[in-house]
């Protein structure tokens, strides 16, 4: 089992546990609109990072970033394996060609 398997278990399991009991939990006690502006707040320090060059904090960035996206797509009952099979469903076709697929400009 990968380390994201394991945080989408763990994202999973706390679902519906009080939300004294772990930060999960409060954050998705909060709803699926609060873990999106989460998610937000964490992509963008990504991104301020990634400008600035600095790889051990983008490295850290990003892992808040992944566990933002899994908590926010489970707010929602998006799962990791959902998730998996949609990138697996676009494997081998040209990016650009996906993107016009859904309509995507840039």
Known sequence: MSALERLAATIA???????????????????PEACAG?????????????????RARLTAEAADVLYHLLVMCAARGVTLAEIEAELARREGR???DEKASRGGGN
């Open 13 to 31: 399991a706390r679902q519906g546990a009080e939300p004294e009991s772990s930060w999960t939990a409060k954050l998705l006690a909060r709803g």
């Open 94 to 96: 040209s990016g650009l």
């Open 38 to 54: 989460k998610f937000g707040e964490e992509a963008v320090e990504a991104v301020i990072e990634a400008v600035r060059g600095d």
